[in-house]
T-cell receptor, first 112, second 116 residues
Framework: NAGVTQTPKFQVLKTGQSMTLQCAQDMNHEYMSWYRQDPGMGLRLIHYSVGAGITDQGEVPNGYNVSRSTTEDFPLRLLSAAPSQTSVYFC???????????FGPGTRLTVL | AQTVTQSQPEMSVQEAETVTLSCTYDTSESDYYLFWYKQPPSRQMILVIRQEAYKQQNATENRFSVNFQKAAKSFSLKISDSQLGDAAMYFCAYRTSYNAGNMLTFGGGTRLMVKP
């Protein structure tokens, strides 16, 4: 198993550009989520999904969209990048809401 | 909403010694899960240990153990025989068991330095 994979590892955007962060898992996990980590802070939940076709907002959803068309993939879209979205983004997955959550390696995003 | 607090931004320990990292949380729920994650410079989030709130016995994983005090809402991590590879950021996290939301609530982290 590759576990949770994320692409790209690094990305630089200009203000106003859009892009999609990719996340995939090969563990047949139903639960997937996106977090952002800002310097000196813990991770904060952006969006999550409890299965294909089902998504919901977390603590900091503004400026981001998600969709879940398959069990394996959970992309995060930045609609119009802003400097405040400069952060490290983590995707995570778990089999159920009571099992351990596994994290991808993260994507470092810089918005100029 | 639940909150998780780590009151020690940085801790230092001598190699082979023992160190304890503190975590407190606030919740009105009785059933939940608590975690400690390690984040080395590689940025990867690695699960260190997990505790179910309904279990009275403290979780242990090799050199890592927790002191779970449910009434006090305290969840500290003890690292015994510290090794240089233990140097990292450590995050305490809470997960509800009541709703379908896939939420982990994290504390702000503690940076652990290990001196040779």
């Amino acid at each position: 198993n590759a576990g949770v994979t994320q692409t790209p590892k690094f990305q630089v955007l200009k203000t106003g550009q859009s892009m999609t962060l990719q996340c995939a898992q090969d563990m047949n996990h139903e639960y997937m989520s996106w977090y952002r980590q800002d310097p000196g802070m813990g991770l904060r939940l952006i969006h999550y999904s409890v299965g294909a076709g089902i998504t919901d907002q977390g603590e900091v959803p503004n400026g981001y969209n998600v969709s879940r068309s398959t069990t394996e993939d959970f992309p995060l879209r930045l609609l119009s990048a802003a400097p405040s979205q400069t952060s490290v983004y983590f995707c995570a997955s778990s089999y159920s809401r009571t099992t351990t959550m596994f994290f991808g390696p993260g994507t470092r995003l810089t918005v100029l | 909403a639940q909150t998780v607090t780590q009151s020690q931004p940085e801790m230092s320990v001598q190699e082979a010694e023992t160190v304890t990292l503190s975590c407190t949380y606030d919740t009105s729920e009785s059933d939940y899960y608590l975690f400690w994650y390690k984040q080395p410079p590689s940025r990867q989030m690695i699960l260190v240990i997990r505790q179910e709130a309904y279990k009275q016995q403290n979780a242990t994983e090799n050199r890592f153990s927790v002191n779970f005090q449910k009434a006090a809402k305290s969840f500290s991590l003890k690292i015994s025989d510290s090794q240089l590879g233990d140097a990292a950021m450590y995050f305490c996290a809470y997960r509800t068991s009541y709703n379908a939301g896939n939420m982990l609530t994290f504390g702000g982290g503690t940076r652990l330095m290990v001196k040779p």
